[in-house]
């Protein structure tokens, strides 16, 4: 199984590179302005909300669909004329779409239609090693509406990997299965991935999924990219407040700078600035090169996990509304002034209650004038 340390580094080849891509639509950017750089091995996800634009940027990487300007290239060369098929890359599909009249070798070996098996070796030889990668040996014979949802979803995979693509396309692989089969489907195309270590674009509309299985994280929204970073950076340093809304449970908090000084540092030493939101004035840390002055709107946000309950130190004082018990965890949901406040706690609360946090933990996502 990979591990975050395995991911591609910086100085890791481009694999592929989109430059200024805009596809338009009657009325629409559906992609607006993208420039990207994937690299080499790299497991690359596109997430975002319903109607972000992330098939359409896959279909344009696919060759499915040609951008009305910019460039694509793979490799450094630019393919703009080159058909899909010719592309080197394998897609997998929501739905799955496997023949039914086949059985699940036949319809591995389908994926060779247009290509001999790579290494030199026979079609059966190919779609056994296939079989075997994801972890279906012993299944060629049998009907695709004989296995489960899960194990369809890894032939389709074994189909689009059996002519040894460059690059490896998902478009919502498992928005068809249940959650639980899709945490372990996602466990198991992570191992496939790095096991042959093919570069892969990745496309979700689940953050958490996002954030489990890639290298890097492209947050898209209307079109363009929002956040392009690590999981953990897209977790804990969103880019902007759509990002620290999307990803994740978060508290976000907007008021006013009253001062930016060293009179109450954050836990790591950084300077911090004191904001009056509805009147209470929280102490939120402020990293080297942000400018805020008194007077500027400060947007920051707080993640559940990182309110304590009872800390009267940089607190406001907020009601329980409701909580959910999630067997490790209960969330709270707490009515501040009309703002709903998400903390996470081990042990049932109620009433009135101090909710604080430590300046470190805030993160700063817009300073506006
Ligand atoms: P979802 O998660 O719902 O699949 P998405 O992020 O993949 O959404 P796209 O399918 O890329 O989004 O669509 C982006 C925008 O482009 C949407 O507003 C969509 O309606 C529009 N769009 C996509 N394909 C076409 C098309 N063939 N003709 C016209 N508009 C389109």
Redesign the pocket.
């Known amino acids: 199984m990979g591990s975050e340390t395995d991911a591609p580094g910086e100085d890791a080849p481009i694999a592929v590179e989109l430059d200024g891509v805009t596809?338009r639509?009657?009325g629409?950017n559906?992609?607006d302005d993208v420039s990207l750089r994937i690299r080499e091995g790299e497991f690359f996800t596109l997430v975002?909300?319903?109607?972000?634009?992330?098939?359409?940027?896959?279909?344009l990487i696919a060759g499915f669909e040609r951008p009305t300007s910019g460039a694509i290239s793979f490799d450094g060369e630019d393919v703009s004329g080159v058909p899909p098929e010719d592309r080197n890359v394998g897609v997998v599909f929501q739905n799955y779409a496997l023949f039914p009249h086949m059985t699940v070798g036949e319809n591995v070996a389908y994926g060779l239609q247009f290509a001999d098996p790579p290494g030199g070796v026979s079609r059966a030889e190919r779609v056994r090693e296939l079989l075997a990668l994801v972890d279906l040996a012993g299944t060629a014979d049998r009907a695709p509406d004989s296995l489960s949802g899960g194990q369809q979803q890894r032939v389709a995979m074994a189909r689009a990997l059996a002519p040894g693509p460059d690059v490896l396309l998902l478009d919502?692989p498992m928005s068809a299965l249940d959650a639980r089969l899709r945490e372990r489907l996602r466990v198991q195309i992570k191992a496939i991935q790095r096991s042959l270590d093919i570069t892969t674009i990745y496309?979700t509309?689940d953050q958490e999924e996002a954030l489990a299985i890639s290298d890097r994280v492209a947050v898209?929204r209307d079109?363009g990219l929002e956040q392009l970073a690590p999981p953990r950076t897209v977790y804990r340093r969103p880019a902007s407040r759509f990002v620290a809304e999307f990803v994740g449970d978060n508290n976000v908090f907007a008021g006013r700078v009253t001062g930016v000084d060293g009179s109450y540092p954050a836990a790591d030493g950084r300077r911090t600035a004191a904001v009056d939101v509805g009147g209470e004035t929280l102490r939120v840390a402020v990293d080297e090169g942000i400018e805020a002055s008194p007077g500027d709107r400060l947007t920051f946000c707080v993640r559940p996990e990182h309110l304590r309950i009872g800390r009267e130190e940089n607190a406001l004082r907020a009601t329980v509304e409701s909580a959910e018990f999630l067997g490790e965890t209960t969330r709270v949901h707490l009515d501040w002034d009309g703002q709903e406040i998400l903390v996470r706690t081990p042990d049932p609360v109620s009433g009135e209650i101090a909710v604080g946090f430590d300046p470190a933990d805030a993160h700063v996502v817009a300073v506006d004038r």
């Open positions: 596809k639509y009657a629409t559906a992609v975002g909300p319903s109607g972000c634009g992330k098939t359409t940027t896959l279909r919502e496309v509309h898209m079109g």
